[in-house]
């Protein structure tokens, strides 16, 4: 833990037309190396606007106390593959491993079965294991590995695991939908 208090309140919701500069502060404060995987330029003014009311995607934002402390979307493919959906998730450093992203990542699950997705995808660097795990105890399994895919502000190479979950209704009515509350300890 990092010091800072437990919380008092978690509030899981969409991101609406107002949290540009809410989400620019949070993404600004991921590091640097974080932010390097990143495939929007999430600080350019008018990318987070832009995500509202678009139908093809869906964006959660979650406070603690009020302050953005992380971010989670879905979605949709391509026309090809339309019934599939990509998971986009970031929780602010002081946050990780306390529950945040698993919350996250159970409310987008039911986010992509709203969207009428059957298959939901998630790419993370091999090296995070908890992560992986985290992912792993929800349902998703590890589809495939792509070796040296991923290249570090440093040049160093790492793996990318794809994980997926078919079949996401089905998910989505084995997860409970979560109320946004976490206990002292951040669960």
Avoid: C, N, Y
Wanted: hydrophobic share 45%; glycine share 14%; proline share 7%.
């Amino acid at each position: 833990m990092t010091g800072r208090p437990a919380p008092t309140q978690v509030e899981v919701r969409a991101v609406g037309a107002d949290d540009g500069e809410a989400l620019r502060v949070f993404f600004g404060a991921v590091p640097d190396g974080d932010r390097t995987f990143f495939r929007e330029d999430v600080l350019r003014p008018g990318v987070v606007e832009g995500w509202v009311g678009r139908p093809d995607q869906r964006r959660l934002v979650a406070l603690v106390d009020g302050v953005v402390a992380g971010h989670a979307g879905v979605l949709r493919g391509a026309p090809l593959s339309e019934h599939v959906g990509e998971l986009r998730l970031v929780v602010d450093p002081a946050w990780r491993r306390r529950g945040l992203g698993r919350l996250l990542a159970q409310r987008a699950v039911h986010e992509a079965a709203d969207m009428g997705l059957t298959k939901l995808v998630v790419e993370v660097i091999a090296e995070q294991a908890p992560t992986v795990a985290m992912f792993e105890g929800i349902g998703f399994q590890i589809e495939g590995r792509l070796r040296g895919h991923v290249r570090s502000p440093a040049g160093d190479t790492h793996d990318l695991l794809v994980l997926a979950h078919h079949g996401v209704p089905g998910l989505a009515e084995s997860i409970p939908v979560p109320d946004g509350a976490m206990g002292p300890d951040g669960s």
